[in-house]
């Protein structure tokens, strides 16, 4: 069973930074992909950073120069480190891995979430 673990939400003023981390647990091979997402009750869930294990990253449009993802492979983690917050950046994010099992098939997990209030 593959566990994802957030954490590092919390709540910050406009213009302050959060960072997040999420780490997966369990028996495995590797990770893939991985990604920070966020929701906002009665909204869609929507991709906020993406990197693949090349290293390659993308962001959405709103928060580009503003955050950066990066991944430790050693570890199985993804961090997220978020600056000049603004109010609309108060979500639930949550992590999503693309793991790679023993057996070779890829499976899809999420965290949990965690809170993230930026206040005005």
């Known amino acids: 069973q593959v566990q994802l673990v957030e954490s590092g939400g919390g709540s910050v003023q406009a213009g302050g930074s959060l960072t997040l981390s999420c780490a997966a647990s369990?028996?495995?091979?590797?990770?893939?992909?991985m990604a920070w997402y966020r929701q906002v009750p009665g909204n869609q869930r929507e991709l906020v950073a993406h990197?693949?294990?090349?290293?390659?990253?993308t962001y959405r449009d709103s928060v580009k120069g503003r955050f950066s993802v990066s991944r430790d492979n050693a570890k199985n983690s993804v961090g997220l480190i978020m600056h000049s917050l603004k109010p609309e950046d108060t979500a639930v994010y949550v992590c999503?891995?693309?793991?790679?099992?023993?057996?070779?098939?890829?499976?899809?997990?999420w965290g949990k979430g965690t809170l993230v209030t930026v206040s005005s």
């Open positions: 369990g028996r495995f091979s590797s990770v893939s992909a």
């Open positions: 990197i693949v294990d090349s290293g390659a990253t």
């Open positions: 999503h891995m693309l793991v790679r099992h023993l057996g070779g098939y890829i499976m899809p997990y």
